[in-house]
């Protein structure tokens, strides 16, 4: 683990955020990430060194263009042509009010400030917490982070290449620092998808880290 000049010291400027920790991504979930359940413990650890405890929530309508069972003859992890570029299509999930969007059981945050719902739009995916999948309509995460004079966003979560991901580098793109904890993360790893995801977050300036390094 190379930390560089990364400042491994938490502050008031910096907000947690804990990405699409829910029963749909843990391990029996209609979109398993392997291992997804595993970071839950540390999370909850990482959650009591931060003042500031953000969340957000994948949160689909039925029937959402991203899920395969809406497009005839295609199956789960095919992609799709959306309006907006190439969609890859998931098997249902983080369906809105079914169990399977609800947070793991085991996720203890009572402080957290935030919860953000993305990728309500029946047409649009939204990976980011800020940028749905068109990279056009922002989810208004940049003026929350903003108002409430946030420097740097640390994230947990999954998955690592997805959600974590295209969060860490649109922080960069807003202005933020981020920082990604790395063991407090799991990843769906589809067709080298954690590699391209770590070169990407690399390039936009994210620093990696395991929670020890935060004291954690
Ligand atoms: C996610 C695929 C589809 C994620 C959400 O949280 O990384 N991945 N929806
Ligand atoms: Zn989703």
Request: net charge negative; aromatic share 8%; proline share 5%.
């Amino acid at each position: 683990m190379l930390n560089g000049d990364l400042d491994l010291t938490i502050n008031d400027q910096d907000a947690l955020l804990v990405v699409d920790l829910q029963n749909d991504f843990c391990p029996g979930g209609a979109l398993a990430v392997p291992e997804g359940d595993a970071v839950v413990p540390l999370v909850n650890r990482l959650a009591q060194a931060f003042d500031n405890v953000l969340m957000t929530q994948d949160w689909h309508p039925p029937g959402h263009g991203s899920f395969a069972s809406s497009h005839p003859d295609k199956a789960p992890f095919e992609t799709v042509e959306a309006s907006y570029g190439t969609q890859v299509l998931w098997p249902d999930h983080c369906v809105q009010g079914t169990e399977g969007a609800d947070f793991h059981a085991d996720l203890e945050l009572p402080g957290a400030q935030l919860v953000l719902r993305k990728g309500f739009r029946k047409q649009v995916d939204s990976y980011s917490a800020f940028y749905e999948n068109d990279r056009k309509t922002p989810t208004g995460l940049t003026g929350y982070l903003r108002s409430r004079g946030f420097k740097r966003l640390v994230l947990a979560g999954l998955a690592t290449d997805f959600c974590v991901h295209y969060s860490a580098v649109d922080a960069r793109r807003e202005g933020f620092a981020a920082l990604v904890v790395e063991d407090a993360c799991r990843a769906i790893d589809l067709d080298g998808s954690l590699a391209a995801a770590r070169q990407a977050m690399t390039e936009a300036g994210v620093g990696f880290v395991d929670a020890a390094a935060l004291g954690v």
